[in-house]
């Protein structure tokens, strides 16, 4: 396997993890004796982490309990703990930058962490004055600025529970996942602004109001005025109260996020507070290695994962750097794929974080961020959303930065982090997530349910950890999320991704389980499809799934061309030879279709159900969790006999 990045002496040496592993009696090159102690010594381990990071709170005498019944669902961390996931997250020198804000048009802001204290502290006081207790759901649909910030953290330190969605999911889909939790309080931005267009969503916002009747006060944030007769008590807080945190125990609520409901409502997951805060101070400060001083962005809406994953960085003496636009932009000359690169080089970011997506966008506009950017400040790039492409590790070195970690990370919403991540101390391999993460006892298992190492199988976890949902929301919540990661294995975490654990101690993650494709009964993964067809940039995006024929799967590919090409049979049978060739014959389609769209969840995440469903002529459960459900209708009409 080709190595593309090695680290440095210095880190070797001086990075927090190789710090963290002499501190415990390893060296840093014993990474794999490191990890089996992570995993076996779940006490030690943890504690070991909370004290490293210097967590503020009372840890208790007791760090972990087994649960001989019930070995995963029934352990419980720090059980005698309390602690504040906001006070852990604002502490650090007053004159310290904490946010450095930005939008698409270039106005910028920036706020210190005395700032920000402040202004957490004005509006958790308007929060209590507002009747919320700990354990209120308060709501969020804020874009990404420094206001949804401020009113996360407020819920945060008063013991309330945050829920948050982006201003651009539709109004129902909104409903389906903050409706389910019954917040007290809706922070609402009722305009905003993206792709360089204006977006007026006041009614929207209405139609959320009416159909969550919990929601006793409306605090509206930016410009926009809402329609009349909302109904709800419309405040503007604000208080010159001292910060003050209400520490709460370990296990207490703390976040609530949402799966993307492709197969029926979006399930409400209910996040720890003390969970999260020792997985993220796990993976920024560990695997990250981010310093005091650092400034890192993932580029993010506020409804997904990567919003708490980055503000967490607050707690690693990091300064966070917020942006709120599109990360494209078009213009009279084309496409415009600065905007990111940009803020990077103006914020002197050292931590940036995309999707591969993106990084394809780049490669097919020929844009070389490094040749067009200072970003001598940049350490680590890092990718998730989707598996990374080996062709996509060469390009980043060549195109982005040759001297600094490239992370390709695998996790997921329901553990709020990364079963799969980087590392400051290990080389970086094409085309593979680096470690398994620590505290992580991941496995795959094959067919038999044996673990296996270079061979495909189910992405597993066996031994318990602090981010691991609480529960789901709602009636039967508990059920429910046993059902969804114990029930095919019970008492061992099935993650519902396929993957594969190499002898180099990395590993590869080949797609989601559920989008496996079986022709004549013999498992693949849509991840080597897309790779080929990735490689043309005649292709704007495509998509795999299965159809049924004859009683079988058969390999559908549907294709986006990119504007003005026109697709030939030809270029067809060369997508199929390569497909052939590099993957298997398993792997060649069945059938190809031409498409005007790619279906995407709201999350931005294709949609092969969607797709397989609506071709195989069955409904698709939940139509609000797509982003342009609209799409689906060409689909329906796709005819076998009409394929290329």
Known sequence: MTILWTPSEQALSESALARFARANGFDAGEYAALHAWSVSDLGGFWSALWDFCGVIGDKGAVAFVANDAAWMTGARFFPEARLNLAENLLRGEDDALAVFAADETGASESLSRAVLAADVARVASGLTEAGVVPGDRVAGVLPNRPEALVAMLATLAIGAVWTGCSPDFGAQAIIDRIGQVEPKVLFAAPAYRYAGRDHDIGRRIREVLDATPSVETLVISGPGAMPDGSGQRQENFGSDKSPAYRRVPFDHLALILYTSGTTGAPKAIVHRTGGVLLQHLKEHVLHGDVRPGDRLIWYTNTAWMMYPWMVSALAAGAAIVLYDGAPVLKTDRGLD????????????????????????????????????????????????????????????????????????????????????????????????????????????????????????????????????????????????????YFGDRPEIWTHGDVAELTGTGGGYVHGRSDSTLKPGGVRIGTSEIYAICDRFPEIEDCLVFG????????????????????????????????????ASPRHVPARVHLVSDVPYTINGKRVEGAARATVNGDPVKNLSALANPDCLAEYAGLRREEAL
């Open 337 to 484: 794929p600065s905007p990111l690169w940009h803020l990077a080089e103006r914020a002197g970011v050292t931590h940036l974080g995309v999707s591969p997506k993106y990084l394809a966008t780049l490669e097919a506009e020929r844009y070389a961020p490094g040749e067009r950017h200072d970003l001598g400040a940049l350490r680590a790039l890092m990718v998730c959303g989707a598996p990374c492409l080996p062709h996509q590790f060469d390009w980043v070195y060549e195109a982005v930065k040759s001297d600094m970690m490239f992370a390709s990370i695998s996790g997921g919403t329901e553990i709020l982090g990364c079963f799969l991540i980087g590392s400051p101390i290990h080389p970086v391999r094409r085309g593979e997530l680096t470690v398994p993460a620590l505290g992580h006892a991941v496995a795959v298992l094959d067919e038999r349910g044996a673990p296996v190492i270079g061979r495909r199988g189910e992405l597993v976890c066996t031994e318990p950890f602090p981010s691991m949902p609480l529960t789901f929301w709602g009636p039967g919540g508990t059920q429910r999320y046993h059902d969804t």
């Open 547 to 582: 159809a049924t024929h004859d009683g079988d799967e058969e390999v559908v590919l549907a294709i986006k061309p990119a504007g003005g090409i026109w697709i030939t049979g030809d270029f067809v049978t060369t997508i199929r030879t390569l497909i052939r060739t590099e």
